[in-house]
């Protein structure tokens, strides 16, 4: 499989039977301080976490996509997905009302996307997660956990690779944390100077490994 980050919180996964899935794109909006370009990828399925505009930008997506919300289970081809009731606050949805944490099976390598994340991990949750092979997780505070609840979590869940998302950087300017405050002082980081890494079950590595991707849009 291949996962491809376009930015903010959004990935393209790409399995090896050719099914296209795109998380939580977003709506591209200079004013808000969201400065990313419109993704605008021919996929199959698209999944949101919930309905802020830099999450849920469905509309501009050529094609009629499936688009994915809430508590489901489906499988397509060699990609199986289900989704688990979270927060995005810390206050079981009072602020900022819920979030779905997206996992996904892509040719044997198990993917979980946890949106916009608002609060640390219980063991309901993780007991649900399961084996966490790649982790997508947000780290720059700001309507989302920031980078200690983000160790916090990678420490509970154990996940083989991890790929930070939802951070700042020069498109976009308001959140609190950049992806350096992230990986300072860890081991075991790997910085591309590409947007996509391909990923194999059999090549995971032993020890949980970061990895910093390029944002594409």
Not at 7 to 18: E, I, K, N, R, V
Not at 139 to 161: L, W
Not at 209 to 215: A, P
């Amino acid at each position: 499989m291949k996962i491809k980050w376009m930015g903010h919180s959004c990935f393209l996964l790409t399995s090896d039977q050719g099914v296209r899935l795109l998380a939580d794109p977003f709506h591209a909006d200079s004013s808000s301080g969201l400065k990313y370009g419109e993704v605008k990828e021919p996929v199959d399925l698209v999944t949101v976490s919930h309905d802020h505009f830099d999450h849920n930008n469905t509309e501009a997506l050529p094609g009629k996509p499936e688009i994915l919300k809430g508590h489901i289970n489906k499988t397509v081809k060699d990609v199986s997905i289900f989704g688990i009731a979270s927060y995005h606050d810390e206050t079981k949805g009072s602020q900022r009302g819920a979030n779905t944490i997206f996992c996904f099976d892509v040719d044997g390598v198990k993917v979980c996307h946890l949106g916009d994340l608002g609060h640390d991990l219980g063991k309901d949750e993780i007991g649900k997660m399961g084996q966490v092979d790649v982790l997508l997780i947000p780290i720059g505070e700001v309507f989302t956990i920031g980078v200690d609840t983000a160790d916090n979590i990678c420490r509970q869940v154990k996940p083989r690779m991890v790929i930070p998302m939802h951070y700042k950087t020069d498109q976009c300017g308001w959140l609190k944390y950049g992806v350096e405050d992230f990986i300072k002082g860890k081991s075991n980081v790997r910085k591309l100077s590409a947007s996509e890494v391909e990923i194999k079950k059999e090549t995971l590595p032993q020890q949980m490994e970061i990895i910093v991707l390029k944002y594409t849009c």
